[in-house]
């Protein structure tokens, strides 16, 4: 009878989700493998099979890992949500996504903010009209936006 278990060592699905989300949230946090690697004491070829999944991270390990990228343990192993949800992790692997959200992040005005979250609102709107075949308004400029007064 075969033993459907894994060997000890071999790593497994869950050990490449948890590779999977170490090479996201260290991405997010705007780190590379070398720094994470750094701030472990281990090499960033280490860094790099844990992100890989080719070698399993130890508790104690991925505790540190967490608390370097500010994360509880646990966000290694909740359950990613749908790319057809609101959003979540998924969103955040599209193109330029991070770098919006961190340029975002250092807007301390609030105004601003609303102002730049209604600029790219209406970017979007656009897009999706001209994707659509529909007519973009007369008053947007040639690149789709509303020439400044």
């Given amino acids: 009878m075969a033993n459907s278990t894994p060997k000890p060592k071999q790593t497994t699905a869950i050990d490449h989700g948890v590779g ?3 090479a996201f949230l260290r991405a997010a946090n705007g780190l590379s493998q070398s720094a994470l690697a ?41 359950p990613e949500p749908d790319a057809g949800a609101d959003g979540g992790p998924a969103l955040l692997r599209v193109s330029g996504a991070l770098e919006l959200l961190r340029a975002y992040n250092q807007i301390a005005d609030d105004q601003m903010r609303r102002d730049v979250l209604a600029l790219v609102k209406s970017a979007a709107r656009l897009a999706q009209a001209r994707a659509s075949g529909e007519a973009v308004p007369a008053c947007a400029g040639q690149n789709g936006v509303a020439p400044s007064a």
Avoid: C, H, W
Avoid at 38 to 67: H, P
């Fill in 20 to 22: 999977s989300r170490i």
């Fill in 38 to 78: 750094s701030a472990l004491g281990v090499s960033f070829q280490q860094v790099q099979k844990y992100e890989t999944g080719k070698n399993r991270v130890g508790a104690g390990r991925l505790q540190a890992i967490a608390e370097r990228l500010g994360v509880p343990v646990s966000s290694f192993f909740d």
